[in-house]
């Protein structure tokens, strides 16, 4: 059943892709190559620069795990190594495994990234229960490949499922960083709770079928299930791409239905502008959201609709990964994406942290069509 409805999704996506191809306002394919090497150059500079950044150190030593730089930087670089024929991970990559280790390893000594007493009452618990699942998505990360859980990466799974809500409202989710600011800290407690999703069920070893852990697993899954249709089209495409990884989050039918949202949002030059899946998001200092196709929003619609199996050959993949190609910035080997919060300069450090973002999921879609 799961390989008809698949099957019958693909083929929907297929004919309303042809429809767009023969219009003539869509653009021809394009045949740009896109450049891993300077693409590991700017993400590997963008993580010196952080992890060197005053207001990303820590106690102990150590530096802020950031959603918009580190994350997504953990996630991509080392989909990049074996095209760039790379015995080891980078020594960017390395000192943040060396980081988040050594947190995981004191979590009960280390302070919290925004304590209460600085930040307000409520930020010490957002701050713990958020990094409890990016250090968990991390080292799970860089274990899965080899198919061995560590003791490390296991420790991080037993902190953030020790953070996890055990009553209320948002039971089976954390406690999560709020800014008010889009995506990563803005009434973004469910895409945490997809990144949840994705630690425990890319965790080796068959992680996430051990009894101790299902109990867990089962309230991540109601929570995600409960809150899901009040969600911004941004985190449902995040929950289809955690429901490849955890068993039972979403039938075949329901990713169909979040991924056709998806990709009729597609734009005419092929990409997807991030503007059109935050809902009624809008601007700090109201100034409009950008409105262009950027690389944030086509790499993870392009990367999630490899994960639920569909070829680059077909027409609305395959135009998404053409725009990827076309679209990466040849002097500095990133991808651009634009604030949500406001208008930022994108040559500033901090207005680069979407394009950190952007360039990491670029990376991602363009790596695993190959």
Not at 230 to 237: F, G, T
Request: with cysteine; net charge neutral; aromatic share 8%.
């Amino acid at each position: 059943m799961k390989v008809i409805i698949l099957a019958t999704f693909i083929l929907s996506v297929c004919i309303s892709s042809a429809m767009l191809a023969s219009d003539n306002s869509s653009p021809a394919l394009t045949t740009a190559t896109w450049s891993g090497k300077s693409a590991a150059a700017y993400l590997d500079s963008r993580m010196v620069w952080w992890m060197g950044w005053k207001v990303a150190a820590r106690d102990h030593g150590t530096f802020c795990v950031s959603c918009h730089t580190v994350l997504p930087y953990a996630m991509a670089r080392p989909s990049l190594r074996a095209s760039l024929a790379e015995q080891a991970p980078s020594l960017p990559e390395r000192q943040l495994i060396e980081n988040v280790t050594k947190r995981v390893r004191m979590w009960k000594e280390v302070e919290p990234a925004y304590p209460d007493e600085t930040r307000g009452f409520g930020k010490t618990a957002e701050s713990l229960g958020t990094e409890s699942v990016l250090n968990a998505v991390i080292l799970v990360g860089y274990d899965s490949p080899a198919g061995r859980l560590s003791p490390d990466a296991r420790l991080a799974l037993d902190n953030m499922w020790g953070k996890q809500l055990a009553t209320g409202e948002a039971q089976g989710a954390w406690s999560w960083l709020e800014f008010h600011n889009s995506p990563w800290e803005g009434n973004s407690q469910y895409y945490g709770a997809t990144l949840a999703a994705i630690a425990a069920g890319s965790a080796p070893d068959g992680y996430q079928y051990e009894a101790e852990v299902r109990e867990h697993t089962k309230a991540l899954c109601d929570y995600l299930t409960r809150k899901r249709d009040s969600q911004v089209l941004l985190d449902r495409v995040m929950l289809v791409w955690a429901s490849t990884r955890l068993q039972g989050l979403l039938s075949p039918a329901e990713q169909e239905s979040i991924m056709k949202e998806a990709v009729s949002k597609q734009q005419a030059d092929g990409g997807f502008s991030l503007s059109l899946f935050v809902g009624g998001w809008k601007r700090h200092d109201g100034t409009p959201l950008e409105t262009q196709s950027d690389g944030f929003a086509t790499g993870i619609v392009a990367f999630t609709l490899e994960q639920v199996g569909m070829k680059r050959d077909q027409p609305q993949l395959k135009r998404a990964l053409a725009w990827l190609a076309a679209n990466q910035d040849k002097s500095e080997g990133r991808w651009l994406a634009y604030s949500l919060n406001k208008q930022r300069d994108l040559s500033t450090d901090v207005g680069k942290f979407m394009s950190d973002a952007a360039t990491a999921f670029a990376v991602l879609a363009l790596q695993n069509a190959n």
